[in-house]
C-alpha cells in the first residue's frame, strides 16, 4: 500500500467525520430554531396574559388566571434557559464543524501531494529505465 493510498483512505475517513459534524451541526441549529420559537410564544402568551384586562371576576377564577400566568412565566423561564443551552451546543457543533474541516481539508492537501510525488518519482524511475540512445 502506497503513502498516497494511505493517506487518500484517511482523507475519506476524515470526510466521513465532516458529514456527522455537519449532520450534527444542522440538528443542533434545527433544535435551537425551535427552542426559539417555543420561547418567543410563550413570552408573547406572557405577555398578552399580562396586558389583558379582565372585567370584575369571581375569587376563584382571578385565582386561577393568575395561577395559569404563573405556569406560563415558569415555562418562559425554563424555555429561556433551555434557549441558552442549546446556543452552547450550537456553537461547539460550529467549532467542532470548522476544526473538522480544517483536518479534512489538510488531509485531503497532503494526499494530493503524496500522488504528485509518487507520479513524479514514477516518471523519473521510468525516464532511468530507457536505455539510453546510442551515437554511431
Known sequence: MTKSHLL????????????????ALREARDRHAEA???????????ESRRDAAPGPLAAADLFRAHRLTLQVAEQAERSAARTAELSSALIAA???????????????????????????????????????????
Open 36 to 46: 426559539e420559537q417555543i420561547s418567543e410564544r410563550l413570552a408573547q402568551m406572557l
Open 94 to 136: 460550529q467549532a467542532e464543524m470548522a476544526r473538522q474541516d480544517h483536518r479534512t481539508r489538510l488531509m485531503q492537501e497532503t494526499a494530493a501531494t503524496a500522488r504528485a510525488a509518487e507520479a513524479e518519482e514514477r516518471l523519473a524511475r521510468a525516464e532511468a529505465a530507457r536505455p539510453a540512445l546510442r551515437r554511431g
Open 8 to 23: 487518500s483512505l484517511m482523507s475519506r475517513r476524515e470526510t466521513v467525520r465532516l458529514m456527522k459534524a455537519q449532520g
